[in-house]
């Protein structure tokens, strides 16, 4: 790891490689974003509202038809103090048939019944196949999480506006409110690009992060959390907290069969460990994989025609989601400033020259 | 659209064992219901509307205060099509703090959501512990499912309604529009008691069915189905269906750990077996299992004295939820009146002459 | 069903659809056995030694050289007082790599090793790999357990003699010292085949029954355990038992995924159901699919092409799988002839003429 | 972490904590090992024979009397390339009747049989209940694995030998020919005691490592393993290898459900992860964890009295099942020093000096 001089201004926020700070040994990709793996779409929408609300929604599309052409897909739960709806069907077919959509966990029912709303309003013959799939954490440290600020609308504009390229991160879409290890958390994102004797395939992580206690936390090995103690979530007045949770969505380009997915999506919690989880019982922590690499049609065909890596010829991916993960997180971190939301509680992002001065 | 008339004669309905079909060979409780476990509630909204909208809400409470005292509790899925969001925490935390909400696929949303709601009022400092527990079935053939007509206030009725006693079967809540092995289908019902050598716990079972083909029908071992070849559902317009799934809710009073409540749901699905279903591809057969023996506060405490049976002493409690499920099921069947709904679409109640006839 | 006429010696032993029970509606494969599914082969090596040792092993190889060229396989554990080895590789890799051995509970250790040494002799330069797959029964009513009368020659003639054709029943192999509800149970085997617009394949069962109490019994609908309640086991000295079990093997042609051969390992345990058994808290109820349509060599590669069936297409397998392990489980009772044996403890076949009335 | 000085001598074999690597925050209890937890037993064979045997045994008893008072037990495979005999019944049960009997992949049914055979000598009425426990790792790097050099007398002695106290490590018992991190591994083993406030209670693991590769190794967050990259195994003849894996054995006496021990069981793997593992696709990483609080008869009970920790409340052991893993693995390294074995084949002890200046 080389540290790069950094001007210290406590907000300015940057990618955990913009500061030096290089997660394990595969190259990422060209973004360093999930949406290098080819198709793949984000979109945020960030909802802030007076002192109270900051909350929003985030998704990932696998493909911009996912709602026609279902892709392949796994789902792993670490450990459960959150809800993934949709997870039966989709460990069931093998397939996911709709976008990934994140927000804050008294907004699961709105966000899933705008995702049915948004899905008729695509295709009026659309009657069946109903299996939203919304997965979230507790942000009610930062946010008004009674108010259910989330409308129709803003799952619609997060859908619709969702693209390829760069993705913001930190206090974003479903991260605005979001506090992971005691530091203002939220959006991170990385990929891995594998060499062409491994294939050469993408590998891509997003995250949301609300996980952790201070004293856990760890970057690229450097146990930070015990370096810097100060700067705690400032709490004016109980949230009656609370939960705290890590969505982790794996996407690879590379061709897998659902039990192959469940197997990087196990990967991604091995990455949650290095920045020092273990996995609290009030924590939400899941995975999702899914590949790109095929795509079956709704309506269902007879026989699926399928490439698919040797299950016992993994391991570059193995390593590529775990990296991927480690670093999406320490970027969710890095990305995130400063906020001040419900009830004047006010959340610190992580300062980067303390960052690298502990990292030294 | 009219609703055609329907010759009465046809259309009284009988619970089972009031036309002499007796299933298995344990006694059941007083009422033959799950409400047989005492403190269990169940509420019932049947929301019909013009001539499209036929579908419901029913609600399964293990206890009246189950949002602040929760029981353990565990779930199996025997085939994924189908949802039921809050998994992952029953799961993990090996209890349910929330009512379980049965309704049709496109309206998940708008009932999670009702339910936070109703979470909020009841209690309003409130806000975490938000994931509610909410299953569904499809009742597109009879029900303009593309309305969602579900507001907040039918299932805050349904909620507040739920009481113990004899439970409403057939047509109505949830089961308004479902279909079960080309008949018309919905909420089924029973219990078992066990003999006072084997603890004298009862298990209790609630179904709501919506699945099957006419061909698979057994009833008591017999093959009904292959017997009334007619009778088919009127379908007068192609309603884009569909998917089909049932919703096995079991309780008992029997001190039980998630783990061996989980053996209890498995069992549900032998009940289900014995009834024709091979669990087919496009169906969610999916049951949850909780006991009201225990309770513990929502806040947590650090240790939790348990009283258990010995998870090697179990197969009277495993004989008697396969027979309530299997009786529930039936139940379903013989208490479903024959409905117009969605489209003209006409689902016939089973003739329980026929019914009879065909078991002699 | 028809009703043939049958000789009504106590011992004559015919099939199921021998003496006209026909179970289910899809009509069985030529053999009406697990080897209708080209290239499946079953050995028994039967190991009768004076009064105290009525045991055995039975294997199934999805092909002649599985040891090198692995199938796609998954396993269902329905309730585990059982062992099944090599699962965790099964499930991880989704393939086999094994003959599946069936034998007594005492001799698993026995016979895994004999595997190894079988594997070893079979290729010199084979040194990994090494996960061998061993299921049991406890037969300890019968068998004289504790001698652990197994030896490696045993396993050496079952796997050399394994053949395609037609397939031993009843008291035979594994099946030797087997009881199943209340009557001798041991090997039975069934097949269903596709009709051409289905796809025309094949799936068959083999089963290993020990499970299940006489008043459970229920053949083709009708609780025929109720009606024999005579002929109990006569248990001369108590044995100590003891445990009780039934192993299903599911073959088939169609190409299908590991989770999707899981869905059709559950199915088996439906089949299960409807001859009564509600898997007793005691009983290793297991069932392990495979499928030949595709093999895949040990060393790896770095692509596998599969055509798989589509996951939400799979209705008619289910049904398949469900009737032939419903019917293979049936054969094994009526191929099953009265075996005294340990300490003069004797278990009756179920007889035939009794039987046949039973049904009427 | 404080790094002592330490005399350089490349085979002085030292713990972690005597060089003065400290591995998280927790307290370790007085002897750093599984054994700390108090009536757990530990015994080892080693099997040295001419050139080519390199193998051996490890049992951890978590009881003396295991055998008839089982205790609360559960299983995670976080990657299944490896063989955890006795798991569904575990799983089903939620209780562990034998020892966790370690040893090479050749070996399993030698292994399961002499353990049935100790059962049947100990106890001469034993006839059921015969579902042995053993795990294994590869150990055909060093040892001639085609040979199966465990005879029942090892085992017998291994058992025999239990006790508790301090815990040889490094190439010891089963541990006697790995490899880990292309390090030699072998047997470590650690433990953490909680604060009065946390209960008190103790989390011991002992593992046995055979996994990972060189540039994957990290020790207390530095990335070790890309700093001494020479003193590779030193492979004089093709092994024909072979996977490696890790067995993960959590010990407390805490007292938890099962499903919470399954919990503790997955903490572990996250241990496994900060050492830089990913699971690669031919490693058999399993992780069983017990509780000693609770023991339950043999014969069962109708009802088992149970105090349990509320499953919301694990936090402090999660963190100590994690700790422990991670410095048992680190332990297994710094103790097991160079080996020679089979076809000359050699493998290096890390060098506890180069070790150390890597830390600094």
């Known amino acids: 790891m080389c540290l790069a001089p950094v001007a210290a201004g406590a907000e300015e926020r940057k990618r955990a490689r913009e500061i030096g700070i290089e997660i394990g040994v595969i190259a990422p990709g060209p973004l360093n974003a999930i949406t290098d793996v080819e198709g793949v779409l984000v979109g945020h929408e ?3 509202e007076g002192d109270g609300v900051h909350t929003g929604v985030t998704v990932v599309l696998p493909r911009k038809d996912v709602w026609d052409r279902l892709v392949p897909a796994s789902a792993f739960v ?3 103090n959150g809800q993934l709806t949709g997870m039966p069907w989709i460990e069931e077919s093998e397939l996911l048939g709709f976008p990934i959509v994140l927000t804050n966990s008294a907004s699961v029912g709105q966000v899933y019944d705008a995702v049915i709303e948004y899905l008729f309003r695509r295709d009026p013959a659309r009657r069946a196949g109903l299996q939203a799939v919304v997965a979230e954490c507790w942000d009610g440290t930062l946010n008004d999480i009674r108010r ?3 409308r129709p609308e803003h799952v619609f504009r997060a859908i619709d506006g969702a693209s390829g390229g760069a993705v913001a991160e930190g206090a974003v879409g479903a991260g605005v409110g979001m506090v992971s290890y005691g530091f203002k958390g939220g959006i991170g994102t990385s990929s891995r690009r594998m060499l062409p004797e491994n294939g050469g395939y993408t590998v891509g992580a997003l995250v949301l992060t609300n996980h952790g206690s201070r004293e856990q936390l760890v970057v690229d090995g450097v146990p930070v959390g015990r370096a810097i103690r100060d700067l705690l979530p400032e709490i004016h007045e ?3 907290g609370g939960g705290n949770s890590i969505i982790m969505v794996i996407a690879t380009d590379a061709p897998l069969t659902a039990r192959a997915l469940q197997r990087l999506a196990r990967r991604a919690t091995l ?3 290095r920045t020092g989880s273990t996995a609290h019982a009030s924590s939400g922590d899941i995975a999702v994989a899914f590949s790109t690499a095929h795509a079956f049609d709704r309506r269902g065909g007879a026989i699926l025609e399928i490439r698919t890596l040797d299950p016992r010829e993994l391991d570059p991916l193995f390593d590529a989601a775990a990296e991927a993960t480690e670093e999406a997180i320490v970027n969710s971190l890095t990305m995130a400033e400063t906020t001040t939301g419900f009830r ?3 959340v610190h ?4 020259d303390r960052l690298l001065e502990a990292l030294k």
């Not at 992002?349 to 980067?352: E, F, V």
Request: cysteine-free; aromatic content about 0%; overall charge positive.
């Open 78 to 80: 670490l450990n459960g």
């Open 344 to 346: 004047g509680n006010r």
């Open 148 to 150: 259910r600020a989330i």
């Open 271 to 273: 990455g949650l460990a």
């Open 46 to 48: 960030t909802i802030v």
């Open 238 to 240: 109980d949230s009656g």
């Open 349 to 352: 992002g992580i300062p980067l």
